[in-house]
């Protein structure tokens, strides 16, 4: 490496990426040459991780799908982590095309850097750590199978469902000694179990439901509402509930009704039931499509609340 007055030059950074398996590699940036101090035009060398771009980065592709957690360690020249000069960012997706990489655009001062005891013959080495996801989780079957890794004791800790399946899952393991889980999902669409995930790491509805048309966000909604009773999420489920209760209608309100009484949703049943008992709806709701397919699939769900309010 050439000497820049002392200072190091961001072409010759040593960067170590320990742990991960997958298509994640770091990348360093900076100024190459920064001016003399006091007055550098970029004080602060940057480093981010980066996803390859046979793997969606650069700007194509769909990024990878799954979390990701990360920390990047300066090292000491005997190869001992610095813990002041450690930055983490937890559970981030790198999907999308702006979403390519993930950091730390002011990881860490050039004058810090050089102050630091952590240069050795103007390199320094900067550890990566990727958390690795220690799950593999495949839902549906044949053709239109999916797979998501995931972190098992995020999933544990969410849903006592998914303990019980995580700690029955198939063990494997892996290089680096981690013990990798298979646990196969059916009954759940893919796509439904994808923005379940997105709940379970964000504790937010999935932005493509909440900006869908009515009829796409309601038919999400009542996905959404059965998987998470089926896996004990609860809070979920109240969100779900209290998406369909503000979108009650005459073409949404039997499907809603089904939803209601099938998993348990007290004030969306009694806000269908109120709904469909207004003067003049009943005979309307009778009449939609969606009453028709739940009178010919599911007629109890439909016929024991209306009963009891008309009776």
């Not at 013959?121 to 053709?143: E, H, L, N, Q, S």
């Not at 995020?154 to 892996?174: D, G, N, T």
């Not at 923005?195 to 869908?212: G, K, Q, S």
Request: net charge negative; glycine share 10%.
């Amino acid at each position: 490496m050439g000497n820049n007055g002392g200072r190091a030059d961001v072409n010759d950074f040593i960067v170590v990426d320990k742990t991960r398996r997958g298509p994640l590699q770091p990348k360093i940036s900076g100024d190459p040459q920064p001016p003399p101090l006091p007055f550098p035009s970029l004080p602060y060398l940057s480093l981010f991780l980066e996803l390859h771009d046979d793997h969606g980065g650069g700007g194509e592709g769909n990024g990878n799908d799954d979390p990701v957690e990360f920390t990047f360690t300066v090292l000491d020249p005997s190869g001992n982590p610095v813990p002041e000069y450690s930055r983490s960012k937890e559970e981030f997706f790198f999907t999308g095309s702006s979403a390519s990489s993930r950091g730390f655009p002011n990881f860490i001062r050039w004058k810090d850097l050089e102050a630091s005891g952590c240069l050795k013959d103007d390199k320094f080495t900067v550890r990566c750590d990727i958390a690795g996801t220690d799950v593999t989780v495949y839902v549906g079957a044949g053709g239109e199978q999916t797979a998501h890794n995931a972190h098992g004791w995020l999933l544990a800790a969410r849903s006592p469902v998914f303990e019980a399946e995580v700690l029955a899952a198939v063990k494997e393991k892996v290089p680096g000694g981690v013990v990798w889980r298979h646990v196969e999902i059916q009954g759940v669409e893919p796509k439904v179990f994808k923005a379940m995930l997105h709940y379970v790491y964000t504790d937010t509805l999935p932005p493509e439901m909440m900006m869908a048309e009515e009829k796409k966000a309601v038919a999400m909604a009542q996905g959404f509402l059965a998987a998470a009773h089926k896996y004990k999420l609860e809070r979920l489920r109240l969100m779900c509930e209290e998406m369909l209760c503000e979108r009650v209608n005459m073409d949404t309100v039997a499907g809603s009704l089904a939803m209601a009484k099938q998993h348990g949703c007290e004030t969306l049943e009694a806000m269908c039931v109120e709904f469909i008992s207004r003067p003049g709806n009943l005979k309307a709701v009778i009449e939609t499509e969606g009453f028709e397919k739940i009178k010919t699939s599911r007629p109890e769900l439909l016929i024991e609340p209306l009963m009891k309010r008309f009776a």
